[in-house]
């Protein structure tokens, strides 16, 4: 009996720890809740820990600074992560595997050295393996302080994607001077296209309590080499430059200095009258001078390492120079001149297109703003959408990339996915904007690619209070490959979506492999069941909720569906020849050649430079017609298959963020489909046509699709009663 109690009891206690473990396990999956984003952090394999231990022993440098004590806190935090325990700390090495960090200036080791640090420049950094005092150590050196800091974030990310470490030798710094997310956040705590929750600056507690969160979202940033953030809104509010909110805005960049991350502003034109009491926002008026240049003394005062303005002028009815008869220049180079003397930029954003104008609106930019090339203020930049149109999933590139050789240009691009299926969608957006920065303008010659002629890029973040920042965990790999290319515009968006992958998830190959094919193929399946062969802007109207290729009338033609699709009863399509809007005109004669003619325009972008017949026929001998309701499936069957993809793999991730993978994949799948069906159902009764054999019709009339109405779908706060069903 005695042996018996024995053993029940050890049963028993057995079963205690299995469950208090399962809890523990449980517990430890719940806390993936993607807040961590791609600095995780988490243990490296038994196989990896002893390499990684004999680089990564001691930590000598950083004793002052905020930008070295945060590269030395960095460090401390994530060895600890990843080997299970901070190194020891010391002045100079005193056994194999010391990290050196610092520049010559900060660290007498590193001086000692005598490193060529000059391709490194102002934000570079070297990290090379050393012998110092006969141990071996590894150097993360750097002219200034933030290249340090951004060093030592990639030797972080050589441990995070098991890389072998003990013979390093890699220089890098950043090709583009401007790396800047633009947080389109409203001052009432509402995102513009946001599809992440409320905006990250919480306006209200500003400047007295400074979340956490900021320092993360600054850490974040560094980690990828971003360098500036836009905090408010192109559709600008005057009050954020008001004593109140610079002084909100002066708090996080506070925060931010330590990371190298720049706070801009959105101004608003018009400010001097909403806030400066002024009759006026001439720009040529000189009390309106005097205000902009008082202003921007005013911030710089409070804010020293200000970046500048960012400007959305006579646009989508902004307040601009136009107002008064000026030209873009004029407005910019007034704002420029105010912020010049204290080392600010005025990023003026190209976006403009106007209602009264007839021509097509892909040309409108270029007609108001190539001949302003050369007229612009040094400290003025030209920043420039992917596409001429308005970040839809496919345009072809912007034609001003190739008309400005006089002014600087920066590359806008949008991380928040307004037209590509909000966060819901899984469709990883590197390959779309390595497309843009490979493209071709041919202006000095070929080879003349956009990444060539651009000296920053801009991306309009996806950032908000939700606890995974994104939305979704798969977004964050937007934001993470907007960094990456924004340092390195060469670098492909396969790699790094590996990276990312390797960071966010897991190392085995048999997770990486199949989760990167499916990213890089997952902006295609967007294109395919949104707006395949080139179609473009056939969105829901105001909400950009769902298809609605049907949207007509309205407040003005250029916001409709029908305006870009041209379809009618003989074929579809916007003719942008010499024969329709002569759009082509605008790109270099090599270019405009390959667009204008059939044969040679590539199929993906046909109906944005062609207006076809429904029967016509593609080189693959398949009709128009056909080839497009294949497009539609194939998007659709893209995603059933990035399901199952996904379903196979739950083994290697985390319960929680498994789960809302599934569950977004399964909503992302639905709404594909309700994509193919809706334009389908409203094409088919144009064309007239059957579908192709083999290919279902969609389940409900024309009308249903026409009749669903989403008057509270997010990202589009000004809009209180948004019209449905048109
Ligand atoms: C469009 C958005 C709108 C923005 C505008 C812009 O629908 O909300 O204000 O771009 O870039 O794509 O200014």
Redesign the pocket.
């Known amino acids: 009996m005695r042996t018996h109690s024995k053993q029940r009891l050890f049963v028993y206690w057995l079963i205690v720890l299995a469950l208090l473990s399962s809890q523990a396990i449980a517990r430890s999956a719940q806390a993936e809740d993607g807040y961590d984003l791609w600095l995780r952090y988490r243990p490296v394999e038994a196989a990896w820990l002893h390499r990684y231990q004999n680089v990564a022993s001691e930590l000598v440098g950083g004793a002052d600074g905020s930008t070295l004590l945060a590269a030395r806190s960095e460090l401390a935090r994530a060895l600890s992560g990843l080997l299970g325990a901070a190194p020891r700390s010391g002045p100079r090495p005193t056994r194999d595997g010391a990290i050196v960090f610092g520049t010559p200036t900060s660290s007498t080791v590193i001086a000692a050295l005598h490193l060529d640090l000059h391709a490194a420049g102002r934000e570079g950094y070297l990290v090379r393996s050393v012998t110092i005092d006969r141990h071996r150590a590894t150097v993360i050196a750097a002219n200034e302080d933030i290249g340090v800091l951004y060093g030592v974030y990639r030797f972080l990310r050589l441990l995070q994607t098991r890389e072998p470490v003990e013979h390093l030798d890699v220089m890098s710094a950043p090709q583009l001077q401007y790396r800047v997310l633009d947080h ?1 956040d409203n001052l009432d705590g509402t995102v ?2 946001g599809y992440a929750g409320a905006s990250i600056w919480d306006w209200q507690t500003l400047p007295d309590y400074l979340a956490p969160r900021y320092t993360d979202y600054a850490r974040a940033c560094a980690s990828l080499g971003i360098n500036g953030a836009v905090l408010t ?3 600008a509010s005057a009050l954020s430059l008001t004593p109140r909110y610079l002084n909100k805005a002066a708090a996080l960049a506070n925060v931010f200095r330590a990371y190298g991350l720049h706070i801009y502003l959105s101004a608003r034109f018009s400010a001097p009258i909403e806030i400066g009491g002024l009759k006026t926002a001439d720009p040529l008026d000189p009390a309106v001078r005097a205000w902009w240049r008082a202003k921007a003394d005013e911030i710089y005062h409070i804010i020293p390492d200000f970046g500048g303005f960012l400007v ?1 002028a006579n ?2 009815g902004q307040p601009g120079p136009q107002d008064y008869g000026r030209s873009h220049a004029d407005g910019a180079n007034m704002l420029a001149e105010a912020l010049a003397p204290h080392g600010g930029i005025v990023m003026w ?1 190209a ?1 403009v297109y106007s209602q009264e104008q007839p021509a097509d609106r892909a040309t409108q930019a270029y007609t108001e703003f190539a001949p302003l090339d050369g007229k612009f203020h040094d400290h003025v930049f030209i920043q420039l ?1 992917n596409g001429p149109i ?2 839809q999933p496919r345009e072809p590139f912007h034609p001003l990339f190739g008309a400005m050789p006089h002014t600087p240009l920066i590359l ?1 691009v ?1 991380i928040t996915k ?2 590509l299926g909000f966060a819901t969608h899984l469709a990883y957006l590197g390959p779309m904007w390595e497309e843009t920065l490979d493209a071709d303008t041919y202006t000095r010659g070929p080879g003349t690619t956009v990444r060539k002629i651009i000296s920053g890029m801009a991306g ?1 973040a996806n950032i908000g209070a939700d606890r995974n920042w994104c939305g979704s965990v798969f977004d964050q790999a937007n934001w993470y490959a907007f960094g990456r290319l924004a340092w390195d515009p060469d670098l492909k968006s396969d790699a790094i979506a590996e990276q990312w992958v390797r960071m966010t998830f897991s190392n085995d190959p048999a997770f990486v492999h199949p989760v990167v094919a499916m990213m890089m193929g997952s902006r295609e399946a967007v294109v395919d069941y949104m707006t395949p062969l080139g179609l473009h802007h056939q969105m829901a109207r105001d909400s ?1 909720y769902g298809p609605g290729p049907w949207v007509s009338g309205g407040p003005r033609a250029d916001w409709t569906s029908v305006y870009y699709n041209r379809a009618d009863a003989q074929g579809i399509g916007f003719d942008r020849t010499a024969s329709g809007s002569n759009a082509v005109a605008q790109y270099a004669p090599s270019v405009a050649a390959r667009f204008s003619s059939l044969g040679s325009t590539p199929e993906n972008l046909l109906l944005w430079f062609h207006h076809l017949p429904w029967d016509y026929r593609l080189p693959s001998g398949v009709t128009l017609w056909d080839e497009l309701v294949r497009h539609y499936s194939r998007g659709v069957d893209t995603v059933a298959a990035m399901r199952k993809t996904w379903a196979g793999l739950a083994s290697y991730v985390d319960a929680e963020r498994y789960t809302q993978v599934a569950a977004f994949l399964a909503i992302q799948q639905q709404e594909a489909q309700w994509w193919r069906d809706a334009s389908i159902a409203y094409f088919q009764s144009l064309s007239h046509l059957p579908l192709p054999k083999g290919y279902a019709p969609p389940p409900y009339s024309l009308q249903y699709y026409e009749s669903l109405c989403f008057p509270y779908a997010p990202g ?1 706060p000004g809009v209180h009663s948004p019209t449905c069903g048109q």
């Open positions: 389109w513009e296209r809104n192109v559709n959305k646009s989508e954003r976006f959408k308005d970040f806008e949008q307004e037209y309009v950009h589009n």
